[in-house]
C-alpha cells in the first residue's frame, strides 16, 4: 500500500540534479539529472518506453488493452478504467490513451505544453498490496533506479467532476518532476468502487524527456531504426500547430453547442434501452465537445458549472445502467464470494 504523506518514501539522490523541465513544483526548483544509466536501451525511444511498459504489465498478468477510438481528455475516459472499476469482478490492464485537451494547446511553440499527449493507464482491481512496489519495480525495467534518484510520493487526491469520480491519491516526483498519478478509486459515477480499484498513470512525455535528457518534448527521439531516426516533432508538430488553430479559432461555436444537446439526448435514450456502452459513448464525445467550447471560450463561468453538472449527471445514470448489466449477467468475472454479496445488496435495495 503507498504510505500516507507523512511517511512519504525518499530515496537518496546520488548525483547533481537540473532545472525541472515541465512545470514548477517548489518554490526553489530543484535540479535534474540529464544522464540516466539505463538497464533497458530501447527505452532510448519514446516508441520503446511504450512497449517496455506494455512488456512489464504483460508479464504480471495485465491485459494490455488498445487505445480507446474517440477524443477523450485522459486515459481514465477508457471504458477499461472507468467501467471495468464499477461492480465486484476483478480486472486489470494496461494501455496507452493518446490525450486530448484542447484548451492546453499552444501552437507548437511550448516545448512542454501540448493539447495531444499520451499517457500509460494501469488498472489493478482489486488492487494489490504490492503496487507500490511494482510500480518502482517499473521504473527500474525502464532505466530509472530507485536507490540513485529521489523518488516521492506527495498527497494528491483526484476527483473527476464530469465523471463523478474522485479517490485517493499521490503524486509521483521524479528528481522534482511529476511523472506519475496513483489513485484508489473510491466512487466512478457515483458509484462506490468495490473492491477498491488502483489506477497507475505515467506522463509518457514526461518521462521519455527525463530519460532522454532533452528540453523540448519536440526534440524526443520518437524511433531509430534502419531508416533513421524520427523525432516527436517530426509526427506531430504539425499537428499542435494545426489542431491549436482549429481549437482557439476555427472551431464552430454555435454546431458545438449544437452537437452537445444531440450527444446528451442520445445518451438519455440509449440509457433509456439499457445500452449503457453506446451512452457512455456519447458522454465521452459530449466530454470532448465542452472542452472545445471551453477552448474558443464560448462558456462563461456559470454557464461551465452547468455543463459539468449535465456530463456527470450522464455519467451517474450510466455507471448504474452498467451496473445491473453486469448483475444480470452475474458477474462472470467476480469472485463467487464477493459476486454474492453484491448481488445480494443489490437485491436488497429493490
Excluded at 144 to 161: G, K, M, T, Y
Aim: hydrophobic content about 40%; proline content about 6%.
Amino acid at each position: 500500500m503507498l504510505r500516507p504523506p507523512q511517511q512519504i518514501r525518499r530515496f537518496p539522490v546520488c548525483c547533481p540534479l537540473s532545472e525541472c523541465i515541465l512545470r514548477p513544483f517548489f518554490i526553489s526548483q530543484p535540479t535534474q539529472v540529464k544522464n540516466v544509466t539505463q538497464t533497458n536501451p530501447a527505452v532510448h525511444t519514446f516508441q520503446g518506453l511504450i512497449l517496455a511498459l506494455q512488456t512489464y504489465w504483460a508479464e504480471r498478468g495485465c491485459v494490455v488493452m488498445q487505445p480507446y477510438d474517440m477524443e477523450m481528455g485522459a486515459g481514465t475516459f477508457h471504458t477499461a478504467t472507468f467501467l471495468r472499476a464499477i461492480g465486484p469482478e476483478k480486472w486489470n490492464a494496461a494501455y496507452v490513451q493518446p490525450s486530448r485537451r484542447p484548451a492546453d494547446g499552444r501552437y507548437g511553440e511550448n516545448p512542454n505544453r501540448l493539447q495531444h499527449y499520451y499517457q500509460f493507464q494501469v488498472v489493478l482491481k482489486p488492487n494489490p498490496e504490492n503496487i507500490q512496489e511494482l510500480y518502482l519495480d517499473s521504473l527500474r525495467h525502464i532505466g530509472v533506479d530507485p536507490l540513485v534518484h529521489d523518488i516521492r510520493f506527495v498527497e494528491d487526491n483526484w476527483e473527476s467532476p464530469t465523471l463523478g469520480a474522485w479517490g485517493l491519491g499521490w503524486e509521483v516526483w521524479l528528481n522534482g518532476m511529476e511523472v506519475t498519478q496513483f489513485t484508489y478509486f473510491q466512487q466512478v459515477g457515483g458509484v462506490e468502487c468495490y473492491p477498491v480499484t488502483g489506477e497507475i498513470t505515467y506522463g509518457l512525455e514526461r518521462l521519455a524527456m527525463y530519460l532522454q535528457g532533452v528540453d523540448s518534448v519536440y526534440d524526443l527521439v520518437y524511433s531509430d531504426g534502419p531508416f533513421g531516426k524520427v523525432t516527436y516533432g517530426d509526427v506531430f508538430h504539425q499537428n499542435e500547430v494545426e489542431q491549436s488553430t482549429y481549437n482557439f479559432e476555427h472551431a464552430n461555436v454555435d454546431k458545438q453547442f449544437e452537437l452537445f444537446d444531440f450527444y446528451e439526448g442520445e445518451a438519455n435514450r440509449l440509457i433509456e434501452l439499457d445500452l449503457p456502452l453506446p451512452a457512455y459513448e456519447m458522454v465521452i464525445k459530449a466530454s470532448h465537445t465542452f472542452n472545445l467550447l471551453d477552448a474558443r471560450r464560448a462558456i462563461s463561468v456559470t454557464e461551465r458549472q452547468r455543463y459539468i453538472l449535465r456530463v456527470r449527471s450522464l455519467s451517474r445514470a450510466i455507471a448504474q445502467s452498467y451496473l445491473q448489466a453486469r448483475a444480470r449477467l452475474g458477474f462472470p468475472m467476480a469472485t463467487p464470494e464477493l459476486r454474492d454479496e453484491v448481488l445480494a445488496k443489490l437485491k436488497e435495495a429493490e
